[in-house]
């Protein structure tokens, strides 16, 4: 069974970056593709951006300019940056399986989510 | 950016009853339209993918329909453990785009 979780720091400062990670356990990364999503608390889905298992990525591009994500094979992992964040960037941010080269952007598995709080 | 407009907002059932979801896309998106649930504090859980083929271990009783703009999520008969939000999502156009959600609550 293929599970994902999600790690890193609940509260990041204005302004700073954020960065989650992504731990894959019960399968490679080295196939499908993999994406973050987030949730404000209260409102709807939206979609960060994928990495494919080639290392092609592509992020929405309402938040492209301040998001990376990348992957480490040899640890089972892939991450997500988001830098210069606001208030506005408050949000359970999930890490999900995004599906294959077939059926792609089908969220099959997900992380629990992790909520980030953009406060001083 | 494909826009989808669920509907209704919310909607109040009782168990054993039939739910009817609506999910209308601002163009079309053929039939790469898929469906999750939502419970509180949990992530979104896969019921149905590319308009009718229901995810792995979802019940008979989730079928979906449509193709084009329209698309209907159905819930046969009601268990007390589908009252929940569900989302429709487009994957025909970068990027992909969910609906707002429906909130479907017992009556």
């Known amino acids: 069974q293929v599970q994902l979780q999600e790690s890193g720091p609940g509260l990041v400062k204005p302004s700073e970056t954020l960065s989650l990670t992504c731990t894959v356990s019960g399968g490679s990364i080295s196939s499908y593709y993999w994406t973050w999503i987030r949730q404000p608390p209260g409102k709807g889905l939206e979609w960060i951006g994928y990495i494919h298992y080639t290392g092609t990525t592509n992020y929405n591009p309402s938040l492209k300019s301040r998001v990376t994500i990348s992957m480490n094979t040899s640890k089972n992992q892939f991450s997500l940056k988001m830098s210069s964040v606001t208030a506005a960037d408050t949000a359970v941010y999930y890490c999900a399986r995004a599906g294959n080269d077939t059926i792609y952007y089908v969220m099959e598995y997900w992380g629990q989510g992790i909520l980030v709080t953009v406060s001083s | 950016e494909v826009v989808l407009t669920q509907s209704p907002a919310t909607l109040s059932l009782s168990p054993g009853e039939r739910a009817t979801l609506s999910c209308r896309a601002s163009?079309?998106?053929?039939?790469?339209l898929v469906w999750y649930q939502q419970k509180p504090g949990q992530a979104p859980r896969l019921l149905i993918y590319d308009a009718s083929n229901r995810a792995t271990g979802i019940p008979a009783r989730f079928s979906g329909s449509g193709s084009g703009t329209d698309f209907t999520l159905t819930i046969s008969s009601l268990e007390p453990e589908d009252f929940a939000v569900y989302y429709c999502q487009q994957r025909t156009n970068w990027p992909p785009t969910f609906g707002q959600g429906t909130r479907l609550e017992i009556k």
């Open positions: 163009q079309s998106v053929s039939s790469l």
